[in-house]
């Protein structure tokens, strides 16, 4: 090596030493395929974690493999022990961050094995739901940490910018002092999600009411949960509010709900008559789950009556239709079949007994003077 840039030296040496590491490159980017075919040979057929993995990553080893390539032949090139020096810190910070980049690949892609055996799509998704919320809290939080870690490491290669690295990694000094200060919120917010993945007090499609909106937890980030809400709009939650702040959950355990319906009537109305007829809505509908039906009154007031329907079915949005169903269907029957069952309103008129004496002579002398008036007219 040493005789060929010899022989070269009527080269300027800067051209020799960008031309040797070109050179080096291309050998190794010739040799990229021959390597990845070598692995994937020595890995067995069933270690598909192995094979996947070498898939994802081809750019993120070609960059390596360039990288120790310039790195043997940088002794050889024509530079000041300064440029070589540089591009040495160049090289090693670049290959942290190859590790780092192909560490988060393989992260991404044990999620993903892992999450393949669970299926959401089905209506018993409990344990699907569970586990694609804690492999998504956690895998976020992995990653973040790896960004920092690698970044940090790639920092302290270079001496000028090496007191951020170490601040990174042990928060000491002003730097790390301002750095924590600032990413206080974040920092906390990612606490939240880890206690989010333990505890889980909220999953993926989890039924809730957050701020007196219904909807669904349709995305958990690393900072904030994205609520769909039942006219398709999106409430944006920071991870703290699921830990500080109370909300309803509707499907933490089954999704599974009782659907409530109130109704006020008369005191009139046929209850018998009213609860069978119920059965019968409820046994006519696919929405019930033939777990619960009930019709109680509840309460009563000077005028009506208040009557609790309760009804079960299989999820939130299932019993949501259901009582519509059923309020629509009873206050049908009630106005065609039962309507002195719907509340009313009576007053009862008594007067004193000088103005009942005077309106019987009104009414006496008014009965005298019609029919004469009605003889004037003809």
Not at 344 to 354: F, G, H, S, W, Y
Request: aromatic letters at 8%.
């Amino acid at each position: 090596m040493n005789d060929i840039i010899a022989r070269l030296n009527w080269l300027p040496g800067w051209v020799v030493g960008i031309g040797l590491l070109v050179f080096a490159a291309l050998v190794a980017i010739s040799l990229h395929g021959l390597v990845l075919r070598a692995i994937s040979a020595l890995l067995p057929n069933e270690y598909q974690f192995g094979h996947r993995l070498l898939a994802k990553t081809k750019a993120p080893i070609r960059w390596a493999l360039i990288n120790i390539a310039v790195a043997i032949s940088l002794p050889f090139a024509p530079f000041d022990w300064s440029v070589k020096a540089m591009i040495g810190k160049l090289l090693t910070a670049s290959f942290i961050c190859l590790v780092g980049l192909v560490a988060i690949k393989a992260l991404d892609l044990a999620v993903a094995l892992h999450l393949r055996r669970y299926r959401i799509d089905v209506e018993d998704n409990l344990l699907a739901r569970k586990h694609l919320t804690q492999a998504n809290i956690l895998r976020r939080a992995l990653v973040f940490v790896l960004v920092v870690v690698t970044a940090a490491i790639a920092l302290m290669t270079f001496e000028s910018v090496r007191q951020y690295g170490v601040s990174l990694l042990a928060a000491g000094g002003a730097a790390g002092v301002i750095v924590g200060l600032a990413a206080q919120p974040v920092l906390s917010n990612l606490f939240a999600g880890l206690q989010l993945a333990v505890t889980q007090p909220i999953r993926i499609d989890d039924a809730v009411i957050v701020e007196g909106e219904w909807g669904t937890i349709e995305e958990i980030t690393a900072t904030y949960v994205v609520v769909k809400v039942w006219d398709w709009r999106r409430l944006i939650v920071p991870l703290r509010y699921f830990i500080e702040q109370p909300f309803q959950n509707w499907t933490r355990e089954n999704a599974s709900l009782i659907g409530v319906v109130m109704l006020y009537l008369d005191y009139q109305a046929p209850l018998g008559r009213i609860r069978e007829k119920l059965t019968e809505i409820a046994q006519a509908s696919p929405l019930w789950d033939k777990r619960v039906i009930n019709l109680a009154v509840v309460e009563t007031t000077e005028r009506t009556m208040q009557v609790r329907v309760l009804v079960s079915a299989r999820n939130a949005p299932t019993a949501f239709d259901l009582r519509c169903e059923v309020r629509e269907k009873l206050i049908a029957f009630l106005q065609e079949e039962a309507p002195e069952a719907l509340p009313r309103q009576r007053n009862d008129i008594t007067l004193p007994a000088r103005q009942r004496q005077t309106s019987v002579l009104v009414a006496d002398k008014t009965a005298e003077t019609q029919p004469e008036q009605r003889w004037a007219a003809e």
